[in-house]
């Protein structure tokens, strides 16, 4: 009765830490322990010596758009790099929002994903949101042309 009355973080936690940490999607309804779980998770972590970094989405964003937009031709592969190779664990909260993730959002979630994807994500990624039946398929709209546009893109920065 208790267990189902107030988040079971610790349950979590525990459940996910003997589960080796890896990629991780963590779903649940706003107010279910899916950050707080992850926060202990980090502290347990970070008293090992391992590197974390925890963003919410639409911080992330913002940091893509500035990348996006700046001057220096590498900022979005440098933040890219950041997310996915520079720590032992990187968080993403808030994924799936009440929000929709705009096309620039899209290719960012995308081009994480195809890292983790490919091996080139060294950091363990750990995204979490209130995923639901199509929450997925409405944030890529259409994945096909996103995997191309990326694909372009990383052509046109090798030539």
Known sequence: GKLFRTPPVKFVA???????????LIS????SGKST???YIAARLMLEGKSLAYY????????????RR??????DSA???????CNDITIIDEVIGKAPVSESGQELLFRILEA???????ARIWLMGNFYTGSIANTFADPER???AAQSKKENKNT
Request: aromatic content about 6%.
């Open 14 to 24: 525990q459940w996910i830490w003997d589960r080796d940490m890896s990629h991780l």
């Open 56 to 67: 919410t989405m639409p911080d992330l964003l913002a940091q893509w758009r500035n990348a």
């Open 116 to 122: 983790v994807n490919n091996g080139e994500a060294t």
């Open 28 to 31: 649940g309804v706003t107010g």
């Open 79 to 85: 933040l890219l790099h950041r997310l996915c190779r």
């Open 146 to 148: 996103k995997r191309k």
């Open 37 to 39: 779980s992850a926060g």
């Open 70 to 75: 700046s001057d220096r031709l590498d900022a």
